[in-house]
């Protein structure tokens, strides 16, 4: 299914942020595709929720996104909202 996240950095190279907290309440988690690293907090089926989380750390990541994952690859985030069906 989809997993949204809330992608917080991406880099070429490791960052020193895996595994810290943001707001005390969200890990950061490391991902990689190989080309590059991506930071995220959060995971869930919700957009709703996602949308939630991205909103509350903005504070602390200005740049905060909104990423989708179908099956662990990335998607397009309007592809994600209409195969789970989302009003945008």
Known sequence: GIVY???IASSEKPLD???QMV???YRIFEDTD???YIY???A???YAEIT???DEIKSVYPNAEVIALKDGK???LNKALELSGVKN
């Open 5 to 7: 996240k809330v992608q």
């Open 17 to 19: 942020l895996k595994n």
């Open 23 to 25: 707001n005390d309440k």
């Open 34 to 36: 190989g080309e590059k």
């Open 40 to 42: 995220t907090v959060g």
């Open 44 to 46: 869930t089926s919700s």
């Open 52 to 54: 939630e989380i991205r």
């Open 74 to 76: 990335p998607v397009k």
